[in-house]
Protein backbone atom coordinates (compact mmCIF):
# COMPACT_ATOMS: atom_id res chain seq x y z
CA UNK A 1 0.00 0.00 0.00
CA UNK A 2 1.33 3.40 -1.04
CA UNK A 3 1.51 6.70 1.41
CA UNK A 4 0.12 8.62 -1.88
CA UNK A 5 -2.91 6.14 -2.46
CA UNK A 6 -6.68 6.75 -1.76
CA UNK A 7 -6.97 4.28 0.34
CA UNK A 8 -4.06 4.71 2.74
CA UNK A 9 -5.17 8.13 3.16
CA UNK A 10 -9.24 8.25 3.29
CA UNK A 11 -9.09 3.98 4.42
CA UNK A 12 -6.28 2.33 6.18
CA UNK A 13 -5.03 5.27 7.89
CA UNK A 14 -8.28 6.85 9.45
CA UNK A 15 -9.55 3.61 10.61
CA UNK A 16 -6.20 2.58 11.93
CA UNK A 17 -5.82 5.34 13.93
CA UNK A 18 -9.64 5.58 15.95
CA UNK A 19 -9.18 1.84 16.52
CA UNK A 20 -5.78 2.07 17.68
CA UNK A 21 -6.74 5.26 20.01
CA UNK A 22 -10.01 3.74 21.27
CA UNK A 23 -8.22 0.75 22.37
CA UNK A 24 -6.10 2.96 24.39
CA UNK A 25 -8.56 4.44 25.69
CA UNK A 26 -10.13 1.55 27.28
CA UNK A 27 -7.01 0.12 28.63
CA UNK A 28 -6.71 -2.53 26.03
CA UNK A 29 -3.09 -2.40 25.95
CA UNK A 30 -1.97 -5.98 25.01
CA UNK A 31 -4.68 -5.97 22.65
CA UNK A 32 -3.38 -2.56 21.27
CA UNK A 33 0.05 -4.12 20.33
CA UNK A 34 -1.62 -7.09 18.58
CA UNK A 35 -3.97 -5.19 16.51
CA UNK A 36 -1.13 -2.04 15.67
CA UNK A 37 1.31 -5.18 14.26
CA UNK A 38 -1.90 -6.44 12.53
CA UNK A 39 -2.18 -3.40 10.28
CA UNK A 40 1.22 -2.99 9.75
CA UNK A 41 1.10 -6.32 8.29
CA UNK A 42 -1.89 -5.87 6.50
CA UNK A 43 -0.47 -2.86 5.39
CA UNK A 44 2.51 -4.61 3.86
CA UNK A 45 0.85 -7.81 2.62
CA UNK A 46 -1.48 -5.13 0.01
CA UNK A 47 1.54 -5.26 -1.98
CA UNK A 48 2.10 -8.75 -2.02
CA UNK A 49 0.88 -11.12 0.11
CA UNK A 50 4.04 -13.73 -0.79
CA UNK A 51 6.60 -11.33 1.11
CA UNK A 52 4.51 -11.68 3.88
CA UNK A 53 6.05 -15.42 5.04
CA UNK A 54 9.58 -14.02 4.44
CA UNK A 55 9.38 -11.35 6.71
CA UNK A 56 7.54 -13.28 9.39
CA UNK A 57 10.22 -15.61 9.06
CA UNK A 58 13.06 -13.24 9.70
CA UNK A 59 11.41 -11.89 12.52
CA UNK A 60 11.06 -14.88 14.63
CA UNK A 61 15.04 -16.14 13.56
CA UNK A 62 15.90 -13.02 14.31
CA UNK A 63 14.16 -12.37 17.62
CA UNK A 64 14.75 -16.26 18.64
CA UNK A 65 18.76 -14.99 18.02
CA UNK A 66 18.42 -11.74 19.58
CA UNK A 67 17.10 -13.20 23.11
CA UNK A 68 20.05 -16.29 23.00
CA UNK A 69 22.38 -13.42 22.13
CA UNK A 70 21.43 -11.22 25.19
CA UNK A 71 21.00 -14.08 27.50
CA UNK A 72 23.64 -15.09 30.08
CA UNK A 73 23.18 -18.37 29.68
CA UNK A 74 26.27 -19.99 28.12
CA UNK A 75 25.58 -22.23 24.80
CA UNK A 76 27.09 -24.77 23.29
CA UNK A 77 28.60 -21.95 20.50
CA UNK A 78 30.07 -18.85 21.49
CA UNK A 79 28.08 -15.94 21.95
CA UNK A 80 30.28 -14.27 19.17
CA UNK A 81 29.96 -17.47 17.01
CA UNK A 82 26.32 -17.09 17.02
CA UNK A 83 26.27 -12.99 15.92
CA UNK A 84 28.26 -14.47 13.09
CA UNK A 85 26.09 -17.07 12.07
CA UNK A 86 22.73 -15.09 12.86
CA UNK A 87 24.20 -12.15 10.42
CA UNK A 88 25.36 -14.27 7.82
CA UNK A 89 21.91 -16.04 7.70
CA UNK A 90 20.62 -12.40 7.42
CA UNK A 91 22.96 -11.41 4.60
CA UNK A 92 22.21 -14.78 2.81
CA UNK A 93 18.13 -14.00 2.93
CA UNK A 94 18.85 -10.45 1.13
CA UNK A 95 21.54 -11.99 -0.90
CA UNK A 96 19.66 -14.70 -2.32
CA UNK A 97 16.72 -12.47 -3.25
CA UNK A 98 18.57 -9.30 -4.32
CA UNK A 99 21.60 -10.60 -5.93
CA UNK A 100 21.37 -14.14 -7.13
CA UNK A 101 20.92 -12.86 -11.34
CA UNK A 102 23.71 -10.49 -11.04
CA UNK A 103 25.48 -13.12 -9.70
CA UNK A 104 24.80 -15.71 -12.20
CA UNK A 105 25.15 -13.31 -15.25
CA UNK A 106 28.52 -12.09 -14.18
CA UNK A 107 29.02 -16.16 -13.69
CA UNK A 108 27.81 -16.83 -17.20
CA UNK A 109 30.08 -13.28 -18.43
CA UNK A 110 33.30 -14.75 -16.84
CA UNK A 111 33.23 -18.02 -17.76
CA UNK A 112 30.98 -18.17 -21.00
CA UNK A 113 28.06 -20.35 -19.42
CA UNK A 114 24.44 -20.38 -19.90
CA UNK A 115 22.85 -20.63 -16.08
CA UNK A 116 19.47 -20.03 -16.22
CA UNK A 117 18.50 -16.83 -14.15
CA UNK A 118 16.04 -16.69 -11.36
CA UNK A 119 14.11 -13.74 -11.70
CA UNK A 120 13.23 -13.40 -8.21
CA UNK A 121 10.93 -10.88 -7.22
CA UNK A 122 12.52 -8.86 -4.46
CA UNK A 123 10.70 -8.70 -0.87
CA UNK A 124 9.42 -5.27 -0.56
CA UNK A 125 11.58 -3.52 2.27
CA UNK A 126 13.83 -6.64 2.72
CA UNK A 127 16.82 -4.57 2.67
CA UNK A 128 15.67 -1.95 5.37
CA UNK A 129 14.33 -4.52 8.42
CA UNK A 130 17.74 -7.06 7.18
CA UNK A 131 19.76 -3.74 7.98
CA UNK A 132 17.29 -2.63 11.23
CA UNK A 133 17.72 -6.34 12.92
CA UNK A 134 21.01 -6.59 12.20
CA UNK A 135 21.78 -4.07 14.14
CA UNK A 136 19.24 -5.28 16.50
CA UNK A 137 21.63 -8.59 17.00
CA UNK A 138 24.78 -6.63 17.48
CA UNK A 139 22.81 -4.60 20.28
CA UNK A 140 21.87 -7.85 21.66
CA UNK A 141 25.63 -9.25 21.71
CA UNK A 142 25.99 -6.19 23.60
CA UNK A 143 23.68 -7.04 26.28
CA UNK A 144 21.65 -4.12 25.37
CA UNK A 145 18.17 -5.45 24.50
CA UNK A 146 16.65 -8.00 27.48
CA UNK A 147 13.55 -7.89 28.30
CA UNK A 148 11.55 -7.06 24.76
CA UNK A 149 8.72 -9.48 24.04
CA UNK A 150 8.23 -10.84 20.84
CA UNK A 151 5.12 -8.80 20.17
CA UNK A 152 7.11 -5.47 21.26
CA UNK A 153 9.87 -6.41 18.99
CA UNK A 154 7.70 -7.24 15.85
CA UNK A 155 6.24 -3.85 16.16
CA UNK A 156 9.45 -2.20 15.83
CA UNK A 157 10.15 -4.14 12.84
CA UNK A 158 6.86 -3.71 11.15
CA UNK A 159 5.95 -0.46 12.26
CA UNK A 160 4.08 0.64 8.73
CA UNK A 161 5.24 4.67 8.88
CA UNK A 162 9.00 3.48 8.49
CA UNK A 163 8.73 0.00 7.25
CA UNK A 164 8.90 -0.11 3.72
CA UNK A 165 11.85 2.59 3.05
CA UNK A 166 12.97 3.36 6.58
CA UNK A 167 14.33 5.27 8.47
CA UNK A 168 16.65 2.27 9.80
CA UNK A 169 15.65 2.81 13.18
CA UNK A 170 17.03 1.52 16.38
CA UNK A 171 15.37 -0.42 19.25
CA UNK A 172 16.47 2.11 21.72
CA UNK A 173 14.97 5.02 19.59
CA UNK A 174 11.41 2.81 19.18
CA UNK A 175 10.58 0.51 21.67
CA UNK A 176 10.84 2.49 24.84
CA UNK A 177 8.28 5.52 23.09
CA UNK A 178 5.46 2.54 23.03
CA UNK A 179 5.51 1.95 26.76
CA UNK A 180 5.16 5.53 27.75
CA UNK A 181 2.05 6.06 29.11
CA UNK A 182 1.82 9.52 27.08
CA UNK A 183 2.24 7.84 24.06
CA UNK A 184 -1.31 5.78 24.61
CA UNK A 185 -3.44 9.21 24.64
CA UNK A 186 -4.64 11.52 21.93
CA UNK A 187 -1.95 14.60 21.33
CA UNK A 188 -3.81 16.81 19.52
CA UNK A 189 -0.57 18.96 18.68
CA UNK A 190 1.27 16.01 17.39
CA UNK A 191 -1.85 14.79 15.35
CA UNK A 192 -1.76 18.81 14.06
CA UNK A 193 2.05 18.51 13.52
CA UNK A 194 1.86 15.02 12.04
CA UNK A 195 -0.37 16.26 9.64
CA UNK A 196 1.15 19.17 8.40
CA UNK A 197 4.46 17.05 7.38
CA UNK A 198 2.47 14.67 6.37
CA UNK A 199 1.22 17.31 3.59
CA UNK A 200 4.43 18.92 2.68
CA UNK A 201 5.76 15.11 1.90
CA UNK A 202 2.56 14.22 -0.12
CA UNK A 203 3.19 17.57 -1.96
CA UNK A 204 6.64 16.76 -2.65
CA UNK A 205 6.33 13.54 -3.97
CA UNK A 206 2.82 13.75 -6.07
CA UNK A 207 3.65 17.36 -7.31
CA UNK A 208 7.19 18.20 -7.58
CA UNK A 209 8.67 14.57 -7.48
CA UNK A 210 6.24 13.18 -9.93
CA UNK A 211 6.63 16.03 -12.28
CA UNK A 212 10.10 15.86 -12.66
CA UNK A 213 9.95 11.91 -12.85
CA UNK A 214 8.36 12.67 -16.39
CA UNK A 215 11.57 14.34 -17.87
CA UNK A 216 13.91 12.30 -16.19
CA UNK A 217 12.50 9.02 -17.44
CA UNK A 218 12.21 9.93 -20.95
CA UNK A 219 15.77 11.34 -20.62
CA UNK A 220 17.12 8.15 -19.25
CA UNK A 221 14.43 5.44 -20.49
CA UNK A 222 13.19 6.40 -23.86
CA UNK A 223 15.56 8.85 -25.93
CA UNK A 224 17.77 7.67 -28.11
CA UNK A 225 20.51 10.62 -27.74
CA UNK A 226 20.51 14.04 -25.94
CA UNK A 227 22.08 16.66 -27.12
CA UNK A 228 24.08 19.12 -24.33
CA UNK A 229 20.72 20.96 -22.58
CA UNK A 230 18.62 17.78 -22.97
CA UNK A 231 21.43 16.12 -20.96
CA UNK A 232 21.40 18.58 -18.40
CA UNK A 233 17.99 18.81 -17.52
CA UNK A 234 17.78 15.08 -17.58
CA UNK A 235 20.31 14.69 -15.21
CA UNK A 236 19.08 17.76 -12.77
CA UNK A 237 15.46 16.48 -13.23
CA UNK A 238 16.14 13.35 -11.69
CA UNK A 239 18.58 14.53 -9.16
CA UNK A 240 15.49 16.82 -8.05
CA UNK A 241 13.38 13.62 -8.28
CA UNK A 242 15.32 11.89 -6.23
CA UNK A 243 15.80 14.29 -3.82
CA UNK A 244 12.13 15.16 -3.26
CA UNK A 245 10.48 11.75 -3.62
CA UNK A 246 12.85 10.61 -0.46
CA UNK A 247 12.07 13.75 1.40
CA UNK A 248 8.38 13.16 0.95
CA UNK A 249 8.76 9.99 1.85
CA UNK A 250 10.71 10.85 4.87
CA UNK A 251 8.05 13.46 5.74
CA UNK A 252 5.45 11.54 5.58
CA UNK A 253 6.49 8.59 7.51
CA UNK A 254 7.64 11.28 10.30
CA UNK A 255 4.05 12.67 9.87
CA UNK A 256 2.56 9.60 10.56
CA UNK A 257 4.53 8.37 13.40
CA UNK A 258 3.75 11.44 15.24
CA UNK A 259 -0.39 10.69 14.97
CA UNK A 260 0.71 7.43 16.80
CA UNK A 261 3.04 9.53 19.40
CA UNK A 262 5.97 8.13 18.24
CA UNK A 263 8.77 10.69 17.22
CA UNK A 264 11.01 9.03 13.90
CA UNK A 265 14.90 9.88 13.77
CA UNK A 266 15.94 12.61 11.29
CA UNK A 267 16.68 10.98 8.03
CA UNK A 268 17.06 14.33 5.83
CA UNK A 269 18.49 17.21 6.63
CA UNK A 270 18.55 19.51 3.15
CA UNK A 271 21.99 17.25 1.71
CA UNK A 272 21.96 19.55 -1.16
CA UNK A 273 23.57 22.06 1.06
CA UNK A 274 26.02 20.48 1.88
CA UNK A 275 29.52 21.91 0.88
CA UNK A 276 31.66 18.55 0.72
CA UNK A 277 30.87 15.08 0.57
CA UNK A 278 31.28 14.36 3.95
CA UNK A 279 28.35 16.97 4.88
CA UNK A 280 26.62 15.22 1.94
CA UNK A 281 26.42 12.30 3.74
CA UNK A 282 25.83 13.61 7.47
CA UNK A 283 22.45 14.95 5.44
CA UNK A 284 21.27 12.47 2.86
CA UNK A 285 20.03 8.98 4.20
CA UNK A 286 20.92 9.78 7.79
CA UNK A 287 20.03 6.49 9.34
CA UNK A 288 21.62 4.44 6.19
CA UNK A 289 24.88 6.19 7.19
CA UNK A 290 24.95 5.58 10.79
CA UNK A 291 24.70 2.10 9.94
CA UNK A 292 27.16 1.84 7.88
CA UNK A 293 29.60 3.43 10.47
CA UNK A 294 28.68 1.64 13.45
CA UNK A 295 27.88 -1.57 11.87
CA UNK A 296 31.03 -1.26 8.87
CA UNK A 297 33.17 1.45 9.18
CA UNK A 298 34.04 1.56 12.62
CA UNK A 299 34.41 -2.69 13.01
CA UNK A 300 36.96 -2.48 9.82
CA UNK A 301 39.27 -0.36 12.00
CA UNK A 302 37.97 3.11 11.18
CA UNK A 303 40.58 5.81 11.66
CA UNK A 304 42.58 4.41 14.36
CA UNK A 305 45.06 2.26 12.40
CA UNK A 306 46.57 5.42 9.76
CA UNK A 307 46.11 6.73 6.56
CA UNK A 308 46.49 3.98 4.24
CA UNK A 309 43.84 1.80 6.28
CA UNK A 310 41.62 5.12 7.08
CA UNK A 311 41.28 5.22 2.96
CA UNK A 312 40.46 0.98 2.64
CA UNK A 313 37.88 1.62 5.14
CA UNK A 314 36.25 4.28 3.71
CA UNK A 315 36.61 2.75 0.24
CA UNK A 316 34.80 -0.42 1.09
CA UNK A 317 32.20 1.37 3.29
CA UNK A 318 30.96 3.07 0.14
CA UNK A 319 31.33 0.49 -2.29
CA UNK A 320 29.49 -2.52 0.38
CA UNK A 321 26.56 1.24 0.37
CA UNK A 322 26.33 1.09 -2.86
CA UNK A 323 26.03 -3.11 -3.70
CA UNK A 324 22.97 -2.23 -0.71
CA UNK A 325 21.14 0.02 -2.89
CA UNK A 326 20.81 -2.10 -6.08
CA UNK A 327 22.43 -5.06 -7.83
CA UNK A 328 24.11 -3.57 -10.85
CA UNK A 329 27.97 -2.39 -11.57
CA UNK A 330 26.51 0.85 -11.78
CA UNK A 331 25.76 0.91 -8.24
CA UNK A 332 29.19 -0.73 -7.74
CA UNK A 333 30.68 2.15 -9.98
CA UNK A 334 28.56 5.02 -7.50
CA UNK A 335 29.68 3.42 -3.98
CA UNK A 336 33.39 3.58 -5.88
CA UNK A 337 32.78 7.29 -6.59
CA UNK A 338 31.52 8.33 -3.21
CA UNK A 339 33.79 6.38 -1.47
CA UNK A 340 37.10 8.09 -3.74
CA UNK A 341 34.98 11.56 -3.08
CA UNK A 342 35.84 10.84 0.68
CA UNK A 343 39.40 9.73 0.37
CA UNK A 344 40.25 12.82 -1.79
CA UNK A 345 38.34 15.34 1.02
CA UNK A 346 40.20 13.39 3.76
CA UNK A 347 43.57 13.77 2.00
CA UNK A 348 42.28 17.93 0.50
CA UNK A 349 41.40 18.73 4.68
CA UNK A 350 44.60 17.22 6.00
CA UNK A 351 46.41 19.23 4.08
CA UNK A 352 44.61 22.64 4.93
CA UNK A 353 43.35 23.66 2.19
CA UNK A 354 39.38 25.17 1.34
CA UNK A 355 37.64 26.58 -1.13
CA UNK A 356 35.05 29.41 -1.29
CA UNK A 357 32.07 28.73 -0.10
CA UNK A 358 30.12 29.02 -3.51
CA UNK A 359 32.84 27.27 -5.43
CA UNK A 360 32.89 24.10 -2.41
CA UNK A 361 29.00 23.79 -2.85
CA UNK A 362 29.11 24.13 -6.78
CA UNK A 363 32.16 21.00 -6.81
CA UNK A 364 30.15 18.72 -4.14
CA UNK A 365 26.51 19.37 -5.80
CA UNK A 366 28.00 18.61 -9.50
CA UNK A 367 29.67 15.66 -8.55
CA UNK A 368 26.40 14.42 -6.56
CA UNK A 369 24.47 15.59 -9.76
CA UNK A 370 27.03 13.31 -11.99
CA UNK A 371 26.96 10.65 -9.95
CA UNK A 372 23.35 10.33 -9.87
CA UNK A 373 23.22 9.18 -13.71
CA UNK A 374 25.19 6.09 -12.67
CA UNK A 375 22.93 5.42 -9.73
CA UNK A 376 19.59 6.37 -12.19
CA UNK A 377 20.93 4.73 -15.74
CA UNK A 378 19.24 0.90 -16.02
CA UNK A 379 22.29 0.13 -18.28
CA UNK A 380 25.97 1.39 -18.88
CA UNK A 381 24.71 2.67 -22.27
CA UNK A 382 21.90 5.13 -20.69
CA UNK A 383 24.84 6.39 -18.08
CA UNK A 384 27.29 6.97 -20.94
CA UNK A 385 24.27 8.57 -23.56
CA UNK A 386 23.53 11.20 -20.78
CA UNK A 387 27.27 11.76 -19.68
CA UNK A 388 28.57 12.37 -23.91
CA UNK A 389 25.74 14.83 -24.01
CA UNK A 390 26.48 16.49 -20.87
CA UNK A 391 30.01 17.32 -22.07
CA UNK A 392 28.93 17.94 -25.47
CA UNK A 393 29.47 14.80 -27.52
CA UNK A 394 25.90 15.05 -29.06
CA UNK A 395 26.49 18.42 -29.84
CA UNK A 396 24.84 21.74 -28.56
CA UNK A 397 21.13 23.05 -29.89
CA UNK A 398 19.33 25.88 -29.23
CA UNK A 399 15.97 27.06 -30.11
CA UNK A 400 15.24 28.78 -34.21
CA UNK A 401 14.56 31.90 -32.40
CA UNK A 402 18.44 32.70 -31.13
CA UNK A 403 19.61 32.14 -34.64
CA UNK A 404 19.79 35.49 -35.83
CA UNK A 405 21.56 36.72 -32.91
CA UNK A 406 23.50 34.15 -32.07
CA UNK A 407 24.31 32.66 -35.21
CA UNK A 408 27.78 33.43 -35.48
CA UNK A 409 28.10 30.22 -33.08
CA UNK A 410 27.16 28.00 -35.73
CA UNK A 411 31.03 28.30 -36.73
CA UNK A 412 31.40 26.30 -32.97
CA UNK A 413 29.34 23.36 -33.83
CA UNK A 414 26.01 25.07 -32.09
CA UNK A 415 23.06 24.26 -34.37
CA UNK A 416 19.48 26.01 -34.45
CA UNK A 417 16.57 23.52 -34.90
CA UNK A 418 13.66 21.84 -32.69
CA UNK A 419 16.21 21.39 -28.96
CA UNK A 420 14.01 19.36 -26.85
CA UNK A 421 12.79 16.87 -28.56
CA UNK A 422 14.16 14.17 -26.95
CA UNK A 423 12.76 15.30 -23.30
CA UNK A 424 8.90 16.22 -25.69
CA UNK A 425 9.77 19.88 -26.20
CA UNK A 426 8.18 21.20 -22.69
CA UNK A 427 9.09 24.33 -21.98
CA UNK A 428 8.33 24.00 -18.66
CA UNK A 429 11.02 21.90 -17.25
CA UNK A 430 13.45 25.17 -17.23
CA UNK A 431 11.37 27.10 -13.99
CA UNK A 432 10.59 23.88 -12.41
CA UNK A 433 14.69 23.35 -12.59
CA UNK A 434 15.19 26.90 -10.95
CA UNK A 435 12.10 26.20 -8.71
CA UNK A 436 13.89 23.22 -7.46
CA UNK A 437 17.08 25.13 -6.83
CA UNK A 438 15.27 27.71 -5.10
CA UNK A 439 13.62 25.24 -3.02
CA UNK A 440 16.41 23.13 -1.81
CA UNK A 441 19.25 25.98 -1.48
CA UNK A 442 16.99 28.69 0.68
CA UNK A 443 14.14 27.11 1.82
CA UNK A 444 13.56 25.78 5.35
CA UNK A 445 13.34 21.94 5.38
CA UNK A 446 10.90 20.04 7.44
CA UNK A 447 13.11 19.58 10.24
CA UNK A 448 13.52 22.87 10.72
CA UNK A 449 9.21 23.09 10.18
CA UNK A 450 8.68 20.94 13.12
CA UNK A 451 11.78 22.35 15.34
CA UNK A 452 9.60 25.87 14.74
CA UNK A 453 5.56 24.38 14.14
CA UNK A 454 2.62 26.53 15.52
CA UNK A 455 -1.15 25.85 15.14
CA UNK A 456 -2.70 28.92 13.38
CA UNK A 457 -4.59 29.83 9.76
CA UNK A 458 -1.29 30.24 8.24
CA UNK A 459 0.08 26.65 8.78
CA UNK A 460 -3.78 25.26 8.22
CA UNK A 461 -3.68 26.90 5.36
CA UNK A 462 -0.45 25.81 3.74
CA UNK A 463 -0.88 22.63 5.07
CA UNK A 464 -4.55 22.52 3.70
CA UNK A 465 -3.40 23.47 0.04
CA UNK A 466 -0.28 21.25 -0.26
CA UNK A 467 -2.96 18.06 0.54
CA UNK A 468 -5.57 19.47 -1.57
CA UNK A 469 -3.28 19.81 -4.95
CA UNK A 470 -2.01 16.56 -3.99
CA UNK A 471 -4.96 14.86 -3.54
CA UNK A 472 -6.38 15.82 -6.76
CA UNK A 473 -3.16 14.92 -8.63
CA UNK A 474 -3.17 11.92 -7.63
CA UNK A 475 -4.54 9.88 -11.00
CA UNK A 476 -2.08 7.21 -11.12
CA UNK A 477 0.56 4.62 -9.17
CA UNK A 478 3.68 5.92 -8.50
CA UNK A 479 6.17 4.10 -6.19
CA UNK A 480 8.67 5.67 -4.11
CA UNK A 481 11.98 5.21 -5.22
CA UNK A 482 14.12 4.02 -2.26
CA UNK A 483 11.26 0.99 -2.42
CA UNK A 484 13.56 -0.39 -5.41
CA UNK A 485 16.31 -0.68 -2.79
Known amino acids: MLFNSYEFIFIFLP ?8 LN ?8 KYFLLFSSLFFYSWWNIAYLPIMLSSILFNYTMGTILSSEKKFIFSRKTILIFSIFMNIALLGYFKYSDFFLENINLAFNTHIDLLHLALPLAISFFTFQQIAYLVSSYRQETKGYKFIDYSIFVTFFPQLIAGPIVHHKEMLPQFEQSQNRRLNYNNIALGLFIFSIGLF ?46 TDMAIGLALLFNIRLPINFNSPYKALDIQDFWRRWHITLSRFLRDHIYIPLGGNRHGSVRLYTNLMITFILGGIWHGAGWTFVLWGFMHGAALVIHRIWKEMGLSLPTFLAWFVTFNFINISWVFFRANEWSDAIKVLSGMVGLSGVVLPNFLAKKLGFLESYGVTFHDWLNSLGGDMMMFPWIVAGFIIVLFFKNSNERLRNFKLNYFSLFWAGIAFVLSILSLNKVSEFLYFNF
Request: net charge neutral; aromatic share 30%; charged share 15%.
Open 204 to 249: KKVIIADTFAVWATKGFDTAEYLNFIEAWVTSLSYTFQLYFDFSGY
Open 25 to 32: YKKFTTLN
Open 15 to 22: ITFLIYFY
